[in-house]
């Protein structure tokens, strides 16, 4: 089967975000970009299945500017045969997002579409429940496992109280939390594979999606500073404190 | 204006959070409603009438709402969403599962996870794990939300709200339930708890964390939490991962053992009342937000901390 993986380009996890002083957004000037780690989640586990004979093409997708070609080529010297980058510098909205997901599902026609639970930037988590629904697709979100039955696909599911195993129709979208695998390093001589694998170029416009924002940011603000640092030199001055505190 | 809240539930127990999301629902404004969706769950829509406020619970029982799995629930709440301006469940993984599926079902950009309620369009919301703060406003005409029950205080329990049956919507057959492996604990739930205690990578193994975290925890009546890294190496279970990614905390008291302070961890504590940290490093980033840090090896002050509550 086809499996589709969407990537997407976003600030570095270990980088300290700054939020911008007119209060516009956070500063992306100059800083380190990567694919958001729960993508390279979703990429590995494609690849995976390729391994185990079970994926027998892997398509890499991403939306955003030029330079969110770094992220494909690193999921194609992951494992990825193709790639598409659906090109634009404006903020498209997981709904958007997925509706152009939609359109290149709709031409691939994979039985699969795995994607990343939320991404660290917005932090939004919608966009692969979002092309579920778009598909009529059903879903299995917050992976730790995912196995082929049959003609069905069980995926077991990171919840609140512990760990849900559901049984999903194909196609399916599934999205990936942190412990359904590790990602691997792409080598060398894949990184230079990787180049010469085909990727394609496309503009939103041209699958008739409208990705206007919803939702319109009126301001972006740094979180209260907590005011913390202060030590104490054993137990019994902590127990002490907690019980003045009346927190104990 | 009119306002649904959808419950968070096991078929026996209201979740605590509902009533905290029926508090952000109040701020919108409007009439308050509760849906009650599962099998079997008459005494959970008893319990959310009770909660202050609310002019009806909405009762909708079926074998295919058992476990709220996505398709058939979201289904359901297209079903129901004809007369309401907002839906909102709390930003539980049930509601991150079903809610994204709500909204683009409605051609909603959904509001995830809103600390805040400016106005009926405008909303607060922690963006970069909590590192920025966005207020956004909705130009859809239907609101689909979910909500950082941590960051509301819960309504009230005075009220008598009627029951009404709603029928159910028909399932799409594209899942089906298969089991479930809930991890058991006699200790409170980490979300609702006062004192949380958690276990780092320092812990090392599951016999540490029953040996230093366990017995702390006991004598404080306090829930355990864990890091990703804990919980990646398989010390405790996922439901115990505190963090961005994980659960969002904001207890009366949050003891971090062994835990360095990756943003991404504080990103689901930080906003707990009093923190202490107790770890070896004194360079350990956690110590800046912690309002008591004892510098040690966490080996020898926990059997002393034991001993000393
Ligand atoms: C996409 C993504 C999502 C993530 N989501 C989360 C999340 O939701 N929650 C989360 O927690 N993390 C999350 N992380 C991981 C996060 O970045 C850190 O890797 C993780 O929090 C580290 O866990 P830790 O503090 O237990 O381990 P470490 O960083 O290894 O820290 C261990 C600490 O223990 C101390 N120590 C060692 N021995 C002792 C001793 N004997 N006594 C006392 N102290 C000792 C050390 O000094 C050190 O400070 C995420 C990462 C990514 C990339």
Request: hydrophobic letters at 45%; a negative charge; glycine letters at 8%.
């Amino acid at each position: 089967m086809k499996v589709l993986v969407p990537v997407k380009r976003v600030i570095d996890y270990n980088v300290k975000v700054r939020v911008k002083s007119d209060q516009t957004g956070v500063d992306l000037a100059n800083v380190k970009m990567s694919m958001n780690p729960f993508d390279e989640i979703a990429v590995e586990e494609a690849v995976r299945l390729k391994e185990a004979g079970i994926a027998s093409e892997i398509v890499a997708v991403s939306i955003g500017p030029e330079k969110a070609q770094d992220q494909l080529r690193q999921a194609l010297a992951m494992g990825a045969d193709r790639a598409i980058l659906i090109k634009t510098d404006e903020t498209v909205e997981p709904l958007a997002v997925a509706k152009l997901l939609k359109a290149v599902a709709e031409e691939e026609k994979p039985q699969l579409v795995i994607c990343g639970k939320q991404a660290i930037d917005d932090d939004c988590n919608q966009t692969g429940q979002m092309l579920a629904a778009l598909l009529g697709w059903a879903q299995g979100t917050f992976a730790s496992k995912v196995e082929k039955d049959g003609d069905k696909l069980n995926v077991t599911r990171e919840i609140d109280g512990g760990l849900q195993t559901v049984s999903l129709a194909l196609p399916a979208v599934v999205t990936t939390d942190l412990r359904l695998n590790e990602p691997r390093y792409a080598s060398l001589p894949n990184i230079m594979k990787a180049k010469k694998k085909p990727l394609d170029v496309k503009e939103p416009s041209t699958f008739g999606v409208d990705i206007a924002p919803r939702l319109k940011v009126l301001k972006v603000t740094e979180p209260p500073k907590r005011q913390g640092g202060a030590k104490v030199a054993s137990v019994a001055e902590l127990v002490g404190k907690l019980k003045e505190a009346g927190v104990i | 204006m009119a306002v649904l809240v959808i419950a968070d539930h096991n078929n026996e127990t209201l979740s605590d959070a509902t009533g905290k999301t029926v508090s952000a629902a109040q701020k919108i404004g409007g009439d308050v409603d509760i849906l009650v969706a599962g099998a079997g769950c008459r005494s959970v829509a008893e319990a959310a009438a009770k909660i202050s406020g609310v002019r009806k619970v909405l009762l909708v029982e079926a074998p295919h709402y058992e476990h709220r799995l996505a398709e058939p629930f979201a289904a359901l709440i297209v079903s129901l969403a004809d007369g309401y301006d907002a839906l909102l469940k709390t930003a539980t993984t049930t509601g991150k599962n079903v809610m994204p599926r709500v909204a683009a079902l409605l051609d909603v950009m959904q509001i995830s996870e809103i600390i805040d309620v400016v106005s009926p369009d405008t909303f607060v919301r922690p963006i970069y794990a909590g590192n920025a703060i966005e207020t956004v406003q909705s130009s859809d005409k239907k609101k689909v939300i979910t909500v950082r029950a941590t960051a509301f205080k819960a309504a009230g329990e005075d009220g008598a709200a009627p029951i009404e049956e709603a029928p159910a919507a028909s399932d799409p057959g594209l899942s089906s339930f298969v089991k479930e492996e809930l991890t058991k604990s006699e200790r409170p739930e980490l979300t609702a708890a006062k004192i949380v205690i958690s276990g780092g990578r320092a812990l090392g193994s599951y016999e540490n964390f029953e040996k230093y975290i366990f017995p702390v925890a006991d004598k404080l009546g306090a829930a355990v939490g864990a890091s990703r890294a804990a919980v990646d190496a398989g010390y405790v279970p996922n439901d115990y991962q505190v963090g961005q990614t994980g659960k969002v905390v904001a207890p009366e008291l949050y003891i971090a053992v062994g835990i360095s302070g990756a943003i991404q961890h504080l990103a689901g504590m930080k906003d707990s009342k009093v923190i202490v940290a107790i770890n070896k490093d004194e360079e350990a980033p956690i110590f800046q937000i912690a309002d008591y840090g004892l510098v040690g090896d966490l080996f020898k002050i926990m059997p002393e901390l034991e001993a000393a509550l």
